[in-house]
């Protein structure tokens, strides 16, 4: 019984388990779903939507991870997205050239300057951020809150209220592009995990982030450096949402600094959690948040599949995901178990 107590209690298993559950709803509804197909020189098909879908957000939420893990929280990602697509877009644009009778867009800037430069501001912003919590000491509610209105005000004004239309055809192959038959987005979110899960796994860094969060104080007393730590957490934090930006601009081919990432940074708290990451800091698990972040993109795609209406959709995401938090929840499940294999009563012995 020892293995199955320790597969049940898995913090991946009903993730994995709810992802599985939804994957076999959207393929009872549309029978194409398991369909792959290769043309042009690369895969076609729902599961490859999903997952291009679902890589700006698994990018957020991998930031996300080592934020909460630090007892934290960033509500601004959603407006760094917002500028940092801002900031790319338009720097690249897109400028209409004729030669020799051939028409042709060029960008503005180089096209590596003006990525540089998108996630140089969304670095800071991340920076921003760690300053305002670990010096000045904000709760990091408040400290990200500012930043997630003035931001999204930031954005607007780099776009002077405007959507900015990218028309430079390589800048389009970041979030459209394909490479070995899959998704370029694909590449880049796994470059990010693999990046961190070395950062956490092979060196002390998972270590002094787990103890930041389980006792900030007493970590600090061992002489773990934590104020610089949750700094570069938060910086770190603002470069992914960079990155998630970057993504969603090349794929919608146009920056919009007020619909930009909007609600992404709940959508990145709700893969968190529901990758089994402690909000109260400490425990935390860089393969459950991707997990996590799948499960809202497939959850999304279910919920348009199954034909439910766009002014409940949310009501059902967030039921959903109220479920799954319950099922998590070591708790609950000995509740139910006590509930179900309860001995029934009869009367008292004479």
């Known amino acids: 019984m020892k293995p199955m107590n320790r597969l049940l209690n898995h913090p991946l298993l009903w993730p994995l388990a709810t992802l599985a559950l939804l994957l076999a709803v959207n393929a009872t509804f549309n029978p194409g779903f398991w369909q792959l197909q290769w043309r042009d020189g690369h895969l076609y098909g729902s599961l490859i ?13 991998l930031g996300m991870t080592l934020v909460i893990a630090t007892r934290g929280i960033d509500i601004s990602v959603g407006a760094v997205v917002a500028i940092s697509a801002a900031v790319a877009a338009l720097m690249i644009g897109g400028q209409l050239v004729v030669k020799d009778g051939v028409q042709t867009y060029v960008s503005r800037f180089p096209m590596g300057l003006a990525i540089a430069a998108a996630l140089g501001v969304a670095l800071l912003a991340g920076l921003w951020n760690g300053l305002l919590v670990a010096k ?26 405007q959507i900015i239309t990218v028309y430079y055809a390589p800048y389009f192959f970041i979030g459209n ?39 900030p104080a007493a970590a600090r007393l061992a002489g773990v450096r934590e104020r610089l730590i949750t700094v570069c957490v938060y910086a770190f934090c603002g470069f992914t949402a960079g990155v998630a930006g970057l993504l969603v601009s090349s794929n919608v081919k146009s920056a919009d600094g007020n619909n930009a990432g909007q609600l992404m940074e709940l959508d990145a708290i709700l893969a968190v959690t529901l990758g089994g990451t402690l909000l109260t800091g400490g425990r935390f698990s860089l393969a459950g948040s991707v997990v996590g972040a799948l499960i809202i993109q497939t959850l999304t795609s279910t919920i348009y599949s199954i034909g439910v209406p766009p002014e409940i959709n949310l009501v059902v995401k967030a039921a959903v995901v109220f479920v799954v938090m319950l099922m998590q929840s070591a708790e609950f499940r000995r509740a139910v178990k006590g509930w179900v294999f309860r001995a029934p009563t009869g009367g008292a012995a004479a």
Do not use: E, W
């Not at 997952?51 to 957020?60: C, D, G, K, S």
């Open 49 to 61: 939507d999903i997952l291009n879908r679902a890589a700006p957000l698994i990018v957020v939420s």
């Open 136 to 161: 000045v000491g904000m709760q990091p509610i408040i400290a990200t809150l500012i930043l997630m209105v003035a931001g999204r005000g930031v954005a607007q004004l780099i776009t002077d209220g």
């Open 177 to 215: 592009g394909f490479l070995l038959g899959l998704p370029f987005s694909l590449f880049v979110a796994a470059a990010v995990f693999l990046f961190l899960y070395v950062a956490v796994k092979h060196t002390a860094l998972g270590l002094f982030i787990q103890a930041i969060g389980i006792n």
